[in-house]
């Protein structure tokens, strides 16, 4: 059955039905009804279109009955613009077809009066009527997912005729609900499981405690939901010249709410960790593609592609009223309690650390005589804390910037700040392809612009963390970094003029002052670069000389991947973590990329 105002419709009388909704609405801006058939079931929902000028909006009610999963075609009719919509569907996935016709469509139905196979009437022929809108609505039969599209075909309309170098131009809008899970089972309520040791409970009159919390790691929260992502998106599809150049635009709003994140608890509940809904962050973008036949002769055609991509994503919101929360990337005895935040209104991915300011000098100390000794001067910023194990805080030693306002000349916490963005502000790629009489190619390159990597290896090859006099890079070669031995061997640490003179051309601190790791701004490079992602060149032998050995076909090529990386980034590969997880950007001994070379032969008998 179908309903609406309370009134039940059978399926064999749908037609009346129809007709008594029309007169009853006929002062409002409803222009069709349509109705869901299935074959073994019947009819479950009613679909309502509304009229706005020129083109009609399709609202589907996909209610719960739609979760039994089977759909066959249903229609509206519109008899004030004169257009018919189809609908077919399959699963929770429904297509929306208008149809432009010259004459009224009537309303029929078949013998059985139960199964609606189309339109009744006039007949639509390919030349009477034009496709001018799709749309798609889908709910894939599972919880977590929902999407809806509605498209506008506008280059079939009567006043788009006159405008003669538009072959295609499509108006399109989108809305879906996408659900995310990825996290471990169980973590929603409290379970156990029998612990697997040698013995079994009750031997010997004992007690034993044989059974355990079954997750040790995450304390269940009875609380926690699925992560949710809703997006928006508003396109145009375009092609102009007979379609010599095509294009998309789109852009977006996406919105991501409860986000799940593995939360510090006080170690007192048993636990330290518990995954919980902390909040909501959005990106909002646009995007540009473009695709273009450059030339087309019966010996050479060439094609290229370009695409380029602006996001910004921003923290909206989080748990408890918060408006900041700290993070510390995985990385071994580093100092500090964080180095990235999230802060409401802010991006996320952003690197929290000290600001380089070079090195100390002789001039910012006060050295001793007696005690052999060096002594900060009053006012100079303070970093001693840094610096332990066998060196002792003298010239030469990192320094960094005091921004804080503390009386103290102390660097703290409180001096870290945003030192770099981990979001790339350009995205994008281009590519050729091409053939000149037997000979064919391809090549596709991709890039990223302005986006900061933090640079792990850079702090282990530039210090003396977690090293035993081991290699160096060429940044602390001799000629570069702040030295306390000179050319003779001789120690001049306790001889201020010698030491001075020594380092009057350093361009580094000593390496030997860095003894635990440090989020600081020397470790933050660009990662900006632009790669040779795919290169495939192949020849086609002509068919006049594969034909006497009963050779259908014959393609010999080469191909390779990540052929080149035009970047000035000093480790292997920029291109890592990129907007993952709460601390992305991370270059820590990350495996670069592979480079791939192929030969091949396609052959058909």
Not at 15 to 34: A, C, K, Q
Not at 302 to 314: E, P
Not at 380 to 396: A, E, R
Request: charged fraction near 20%; aromatic fraction near 14%.
């Amino acid at each position: 059955q179908y309903s609406t105002d309370g009134k039940n419709y059978n399926a064999w009388s749908w037609v009346e039905g129809y007709r008594n909704f029309r007169r009853r609405h006929e002062d409002t801006v409803f222009t069709g009804i349509g109705f869901f058939f299935t074959a073994i079931e019947e009819i479950r929902d009613v679909s309502v279109f509304f009229r706005f000028g020129n083109a009609q909006l399709g609202l589907a009610g996909l209610g719960q009955d739609f979760a039994q999963c089977v759909g066959n075609p249903f229609f509206i009719i519109d008899d004030v613009y004169r257009k018919v919509v189809f609908v077919t569907g399959h699963g929770r996935k429904v297509r929306v077809q208008f149809l432009r016709t010259r004459e009224a469509v009537e309303i029929g139905d078949d013998e059985s009066g139960r199964q609606l196979t189309g339109p009744v009437g006039a007949e639509v022929e390919e030349d009477d009527a034009v496709p001018i809108l799709d749309g798609m609505f889908m709910d894939d039969c599972r919880d977590d997912e929902f999407v809806e599209n509605v498209a506008w075909r506008l280059s079939k309309e009567k006043w788009m005729k006159s405008v003669k170098f538009i072959s295609e131009l499509k108006l399109r809008a989108s809305y879906g609900l996408a659900g995310n899970n990825r996290i471990s089972d169980d973590l929603w309520h409290n379970i156990y499981r029998v612990y697997s040791g040698s013995s079994a409970p009750g031997f010997n009159n004992e007690e034993y405690n044989y059974y355990q919390f079954a997750d040790q790691t995450y304390l269940y929260d009875p609380d926690l939901r699925w992560e949710t992502t809703i997006t928006r998106n508003l396109g145009l599809d375009f092609g102009i010249f007979k379609n010599r150049l095509t294009g998309t635009v789109d852009v977006y709003w996406n919105t991501t709410k409860d986000l799940l994140v593995p939360s510090i608890i006080p170690n007192s509940s048993g636990y330290s960790r518990q995954m919980t809904n902390v909040g909501r962050t959005s990106n909002r973008g646009v995007e540009l593609s473009l695709n273009g036949k450059i030339v087309q002769t019966k010996n050479f055609n060439l094609s290229a592609s370009f695409n380029v991509a602006f996001n910004k994503n921003k923290v909206d919101k989080l748990s408890s009223g918060e408006t900041e929360w700290k993070t510390k990337a995985s990385l071994s005895n580093w100092y500090g309690t964080y180095n990235y935040k999230m802060e409401v209104g802010k991006s996320m991915g952003l690197i929290y650390g000290f600001v380089n300011d070079g090195f100390y000098t002789v001039d910012d100390f006060n050295f001793d005589e007696t005690t052999k000794k060096w002594t900060l001067k009053p006012g100079v910023p303070d970093n001693s804390s840094f610096s332990s194990g066998n060196f002792s805080f003298k010239p030469g030693a990192m320094k960094f910037k005091k921004l804080s306002d503390s009386d103290s000349d102390l660097i703290t916490e409180e001096d870290m700040t945003v030192i770099g963005n981990t979001n790339p502000k350009v995205t994008g790629g281009f590519g050729l392809s091409g053939s000149w009489k037997n000979l064919d190619f391809t090549a596709f390159f991709n890039y990223m612009c302005d986006f900061d990597v933090f640079n792990v290896n850079k702090l282990y090859l530039n210090s003396a963390v977690r090293r035993n006099y081991s290699n160096l890079s060429t940044n602390m070669n001799l000629a570069r970094r702040f030295r306390y031995v000179d050319d003779a061997g001789v120690n001049v640490s306790s001889d201020p003029v010698a030491l001075a003179a020594l380092n009057q051309n350093a361009a580094t601190y000593s390496w030997m002052s860095v003894t635990q790791g440090i989020t600081m701004s020397d470790l933050i490079e660009d990662g900006s670069f632009l790669r040779l992602s795919t290169l495939t060149v192949g020849y086609t032998f002509p068919q006049r000389w594969l034909s006497r050995l009963g050779v259908k076909s014959l393609r010999l090529y080469f191909s390779g991947s990540n052929l080149f990386t035009l970047t000035g980034y000093s480790g292997y590969d920029p291109e890592v973590n990129i907007q993952k997880g709460l601390t992305p950007g991370i270059d820590n001994n990350v495996t670069p990329r592979s480079r791939v070379y192929t030969l091949g032969m396609n052959l058909n008998f």
